[in-house]
């Protein structure tokens, strides 16, 4: 019996740990799950929070600054998928302007790829094609199955705007893959 209280006296003090924020907090979930409330003070409408892994509150400021990003995946990872053929793509509409900064890259199994941008500017409903490419050899990946790219000189220009309408065209594959993804943000 003595065991069952403990458990009934234990469960509201860690419940009450889990309160809800007030004016001027800001909650964060944790790597475990847990949630932390930070005191900031007064937070800007529009602001970019970046929570750590831990769930602290370690940066925030506004007009644009939180990650933006575009991508696309093709394939599967599931045990005998079919290798990936070349030529395939996905078109998008990016909701939110940025200056790209890297390009990561994933092959399963490992193998090569190459990716490429299509890009038209804002507005209209055209899909862009490879005659609207931003790269002329692509972004590639040759070895192993990740990659982080951070030297960009194959692409005219890094800067997107909202609405424009891009494409990720995987151009080239080695023999084997089954998957592989490209994602370019800031």
């Known amino acids: 019996m003595k ?3 403990a458990v009934l006296i234990l469960i509201p003090f860690a419940l009450c740990a889990q309160r809800p924020p007030a004016s001027g907090q800001i909650v964060g979930v ?4 847990n949630t932390s409330v930070t005191t900031t003070g007064p937070q800007t409408p529009g602001a970019a929070v970046v929570i ?5 509150h370690v940066a925030g400021s506004s ?9 696309a995946s093709f394939g599967s990872t599931a045990s005998g998928a079919t290798p990936l053929a070349a030529t395939q793509s996905i078109p998008a509409i990016l909701p939110a302007g940025f200056t790209a900064a890297e390009c990561d890259i994933t092959v399963v199994p490992n193998d090569t790829a190459t990716f490429k941008v299509y890009r ?9 094609t490879s005659g609207n490419s931003l790269n002329t050899s692509g972004i590639s990946i040759s070895t192993g199955g990740l990659a982080r790219v951070t ?4 692409f005219s220009s890094l800067v997107f705007a909202a ?8 151009t080239a594959v080695g023999g084997t893959a089954t998957y592989a993804s490209f994602v370019c943000h800031n």
């Open 52 to 56: 750590d892994a831990n769930g602290n």
């Open 63 to 71: 007009g644009g600054s939180a990650t933006h990003l575009f991508g």
């Open 151 to 154: 030297t960009l000189t194959d």
């Open 30 to 33: 944790s790597g475990t799950g």
């Open 3 to 5: 065991i069952s209280i």
């Open 163 to 170: 609405e424009d309408a891009v494409v990720v065209a995987l």
């Open 120 to 128: 038209i500017a804002t507005g209209g409903t055209a899909v862009p």
